[in-house]
T-cell receptor
Framework: NAGVTQTPKFQVLKTGQSMTLQCAQD?????MSWYRQDPGMGLRLIHY???????DQGEVPNGYNVSRSTTEDFPLRLLSAAPSQTSVYFC??????????????FGPGTRLTVL | SQKIEQNSEALNIQEGKTATLTCNYT??????LQWYRQDPGRGPVFLLL?????KEKRKERLKVTFDTTLKQSLFHITASQPADSATYLC??????????FGPGTRLSVLP
């Protein structure tokens, strides 16, 4: 199993550009989520999905879109990049959100810089 | 609103000593509490969890306690080694809720 994979690992954008961060998991997990991690702020939830075709907003959703057409893939789209979106982005998955004992598996992260 | 605090942003200890990290939460009634380790440039990795009705859980050199009255979990690393240097995150969990993580404590074990 590859676990959770993310691409790209690094990205530099100019303000106003759009891009998609890719995330895939091969563990047949229902629950997938995107976080951003900033110094002193910890992990903050952007969007999440509890299954194919179902997505919802987290704590900091503005400026981001997601879709979940398959169980495996959960891409994150930046619509019009802003310097405030400079951060490290992590995708994570878990078997289900319902069971509080299920741990999350994280991808390696994408370091995004917006100039 | 739910709030999670971890005792300090950074903790330095000498090799061989026991490191103790604290996780406090408010406006929560977690059924479980999970601990993760994060190395620089990597995603967090799950270490262990403890249930609300368990007072203590051990895994090798790791020990976790959970006091639902104090709304606190303590994470201990005994006989610490430089390889234990990392950031440690706690995540109180309840059924059907999204994961919420504490800000983390950066542990440095000095040789």
């Amino acid at each position: 199993n590859a676990g959770v994979t993310q691409t790209p690992k690094f990205q530099v954008l100019k303000t106003g550009q759009s891009m998609t961060l890719q995330c895939a998991q091969d563990m047949n997990h229902e629950y997938m989520s995107w976080y951003r991690q900033d110094p002193g702020m910890g992990l903050r939830l952007i969007h999440y999905s509890v299954g194919a075709g179902i997505t919802d907003q987290g704590e900091v959703p503005n400026g981001y879109n997601v879709s979940r057409s398959t169980t495996e893939d959960f891409p994150l789209r930046l619509l019009s990049a802003a310097p405030s979106q400079t951060s490290v982005y992590f995708c994570a998955s878990s078997y289900t959100r319902l069971a509080a004992y299920n741990e999350q598996f994280f991808g390696p992260g994408t370091r995004l810089t917006v100039l | 609103s739910q709030k999670i605090e971890q005792n300090s942003e950074a903790l330095n200890i000498q090799e061989g000593k026991t490191a103790t990290l604290t996780c406090n939460y408010t406006n929560y009634s977690p059924a479980y509490l999970q601990w993760y380790r994060q190395d620089p440039g990597r995603g967090p990795v799950f270490l262990l969890l403890i249930r609300e009705n368990e007072k203590e859980k051990r895994k090798e050199r790791l020990k976790v306690t959970f006091d639902t009255t104090l709304k606190q979990s303590l994470f201990h690393i005994t006989a610490s080694q430089p390889a234990d240097s990392a950031t440690y995150l706690c995540a109180p969990r309840h059924y059907g809720q999204n994961f919420v993580f504490g800000p983390g404590t950066r542990l440095s074990v000095l040789p």
